[in-house]
Structures are given as C-alpha cells and as structure tokens.
C-alpha cells in the first residue's frame, strides 16, 4: 500500500504480487505526485504576495483622497496626544443641500473593543460646510474615532477613522484649510482644490528643528520643479505652507515636508488633488 497526503488530498494505489504496471498507473502517479507538489507550495507563494502587498507610505498618503464621495468626509490629524478631528461636507452634499441649517457633531475615540475613550463636541454652524473639533486623549490609544452629525429634518450620518499609533515625534500630521477669493477659510477633510482656491497646510511643531524643507511631489513620487513657500508660525507653534493653486494643472499630488533634529529625521506626506 502507498499514500500520499497533502492538504486534505489522500491517494492510493495497491500493488500486489503479480500486479502489472501499466501505462495508466504511471500517469495517475505522476499526477498525484504532481498536485501534491504545487499545493506543497502555495503557502510560500501567498506569503511572497502577502509581503509584496505592504502599503508604502506613499500609497497610504493617498488613499485619503478617495473619500471624497461620502455624505460627509472625516479627517483625524494626531499631534502628540491631541486629535484634531475635522469633518467637511462632500460636494455633492452641499449641492443637494443637506445640512444648509448646520448640525451638531460629536466625536469620540473609542478602544478596540468600543470602550470610550474620550469624547468631544461641536457645531457645523449654518454655510461653512467643515468643523474642527480638537479632542485630547489620556488614556490608551484608540483603535478608531467615531464622528456623528445630526440635524433636525436629515438623516442622520455617522462615519469613523482607523487610529494608528503617531509614528513621529518632531512634527505633528497636518491640519488643512482652504479659501477663496470670496470664501472664508475652512478646515479641510476632503482635500479636493479647485485652481481657483487657495491652500493653508499647518503642521504642529512637537520638538526644536535644525532641519525643514518642504517639496512637491507628483502622485507616483518624483519632486516636481515647483518652489513651495514653508514658514515658521510662532503664534501657532506650526510650520505653514500657504498658496494659491492657480498655477498647479489638474492632478494629484504630494506635498512631502522633511524634518530633522540632531541625526532624527522625519517625512511627511500630504495628499492633495487639483480638480478642473
């Protein structure tokens, strides 16, 4: 008696004294012995492909632009144990006119297991279509953050951030604004531009800097030939970045910002998209 065992497939073939070994014996051996062998492999495969799939921090950056379409998009920028939680109505809520009285908004950070963490209030106030709302966390880190908008007469609209832990220690993640020739700036979740708006983007400084600069990337990551103005906000303890948009074409991008203190270096990335 022979077996061959792999992954829940058994075969067997009994020879006995006498027994001829045909033609079609030979084959149904080598088959076997042929299936046992791929899926012997398979795991080492999927491992390779699984491994191969990391996000790079680029892909990461950009994965918040595709947002954009929900009823309201929801924005955590991390500072420290300071959250600052922003949600902006989509375009195509504002066109069909939701929330034009405002709504009032909560925000909580919660465990991996829905244990509050820390919660947070704030108004939507009527024609700004954005909220920040700052919310400071003591305890564990969170697993995620749950934002809730409710307004009398509209559906009510709930929606969350996964929470990973601040991977630096010299600036904080961005908070960001836009503004018009005839519009008042707001905070920014969406991180959609049209050319005729301008944009603020301020990053929290954490420790003392010897090093700062600020490029423009395109959506695969090649710097562009495009001076970016960066300045230091005292008031605000921020490195800023502020300009118009009318000279960038339609697109995504990046705006990478590079810290160093002492031999720490650290790199941000910001994505932004141009619209026609």
Same mark, same amino acid.
């Given at each position: 008696?022979?077996?061959?065992?792999?992954?829940?497939?058994?075969?067997?073939?009994?020879?006995?004294?006498?027994?001829?070994?045909?033609?079609?014996?030979?084959?149904?051996?080598?088959?076997? +012995?042929?299936?046992?062998?791929?899926?012997?492999?398979?795991?080492?495969? &999927?491992? +390779?492909?699984?491994?191969?799939?990391?996000?790079?921090?680029?892909?990461?950056?950009?994965?918040?632009? @595709?947002?954009?379409?929900?009823?309201?998009?929801?924005?955590?920028?991390? &500072?420290?144990?300071?959250?600052?939680?922003?949600?902006?109505?989509?375009?195509?809520?504002?066109?069909?006119?939701?929330?034009?009285?405002?709504?009032?908004?909560?925000? =909580?950070?919660?465990?991996?297991?829905?244990?509050?963490? +820390?919660?947070?209030?704030?108004? #939507?106030?009527?024609?700004?279509?954005?909220?920040?709302?700052?919310?400071?966390?003591?305890?564990?880190?969170?697993?995620?953050?749950?934002? +809730?908008?409710?307004?009398?007469?509209? =559906? !009510?609209?709930?929606?969350?951030?996964?929470?990973?832990?601040?991977?630096?220690? #010299?600036?904080?993640?961005?908070?960001?604004?836009?503004?018009?020739? =005839?519009?008042?700036?707001? !905070?920014?979740?969406?991180?959609?531009?049209?050319?005729? @708006?301008?944009? =603020?983007?301020?990053?929290?400084?954490?420790?003392?800097?010897?090093?700062?600069?600020?490029?423009?990337?395109?959506?695969?990551?090649?710097? #562009?030939?495009?001076?970016?103005?960066?300045?230091?906000?005292?008031?605000?303890?921020?490195?800023?970045?502020?300009?118009?948009?009318?000279?960038?074409?339609?697109?995504?991008?990046?705006?990478?910002?590079?810290?160093?203190?002492?031999?720490?270096?650290?790199?941000?990335?910001?994505?932004?998209?141009?619209?026609?």
């Amino acid at each position: 008696m022979s077996d061959w065992t792999a992954h829940g497939l058994r075969a067997s073939t009994k020879i006995t004294k006498g027994t001829k070994i045909t033609k079609a014996n030979w084959v149904f051996v080598i088959f076997v +012995a042929f299936v046992i062998s791929v899926t012997e492999r398979e795991p080492s495969a &999927a491992a +390779a492909a699984q491994e191969n799939s990391a996000v790079s921090p680029r892909e990461a950056a950009l994965i918040i632009l @595709e947002r954009a379409n929900r009823p309201f998009v929801p924005y955590v920028a991390v &500072a420290g144990k300071t959250l600052t939680v922003v949600a902006e109505l989509s375009a195509a809520s504002i066109q069909a006119g939701r929330w034009k009285g405002g709504a009032d908004v909560s925000v =909580r950070a919660v465990g991996a297991n829905d244990e509050p963490l +820390a919660t947070a209030k704030g108004r #939507l106030e009527a024609g700004t279509y954005s909220v920040a709302i700052p919310l400071v966390v003591t305890g564990p880190w969170p697993a995620r953050v749950t934002i +809730a908008l409710r307004a009398e007469g509209e =559906r !009510p609209a709930d929606d969350w951030v996964k929470m990973e832990p601040p991977a630096g220690t #010299l600036v904080g993640e961005p908070v960001a604004y836009r503004s018009g020739s =005839r519009v008042a700036a707001r !905070p920014v979740a969406g991180f959609e531009f049209a050319r005729s @708006e301008r944009i =603020r983007a301020e990053w929290p400084v954490l420790a003392p800097l010897d090093r700062r600069e600020v490029r423009l990337l395109d959506r695969s990551g090649k710097p #562009l030939a495009v001076e970016l103005p960066l300045a230091d906000d005292p008031a605000r303890k921020a490195l800023v970045v502020d300009m118009s948009l009318s000279g960038i074409v339609r697109g995504d991008y990046l705006i990478e910002l590079t810290t160093g203190s002492g031999g720490t270096i650290e790199r941000r990335l910001l994505a932004i998209r141009i619209k026609p």
